[in-house]
């Protein structure tokens, strides 16, 4: 599975993105998908994640109310509505696929990552 994010960019506190992952690959729902992001000199963080389904999601504490992740299994993609941001969002956002059929919340229990898309929330 190759995974290419986008979306990423500059806006201000209170605003928001949408950031989209497109898989490559026939089996697309069959993994997993998770968002997970990286600020400079920390260590890369969970987000959120979904089910091969889309009918279960999971978030990260400080994300939850504000940030939706979706699938659409059609187009082999997924999405991280952003709401409401806050400068304590700016990170590198990358998305990540794994076939082991449960939603891991560390790195590792993903197999596939994106390259990765910045995203910087000013104050």
């Known amino acids: 599975v190759q995974l290419q994010a986008c979306g990423g960019g500059l806006v201000q506190a209170g605003g928001f993105l949408r950031l989209s992952c497109a898989a490559s690959?026939?089996?697309?729902?069959?993994?997993?998908m998770g968002w997970f992001r990286q600020a400079p000199g920390k260590e890369r963080e969970f987000v959120a994640a979904i089910s091969g389904s889309g009918g279960s999601t999971y978030y990260t504490d400080s994300v939850k109310e504000r940030f939706t992740i979706s699938r659409d299994n059609a187009k082999n993609t997924v999405h991280l509505q952003m709401n409401s941001l806050k400068p304590e969002d700016t990170a590198t956002y990358f998305c990540?696929?794994?076939?082991?059929?449960?939603?891991?919340?560390?790195?590792?229990?993903?197999?596939?990552w994106g390259q990765g898309t910045l995203v910087t929330v000013s104050s």
């Open positions: 690959g026939r089996t697309f729902s069959r993994y997993y």
């Open positions: 990540a696929a794994t076939g082991y059929g449960v939603a891991a919340t560390t790195p590792l229990g993903y197999d596939y």
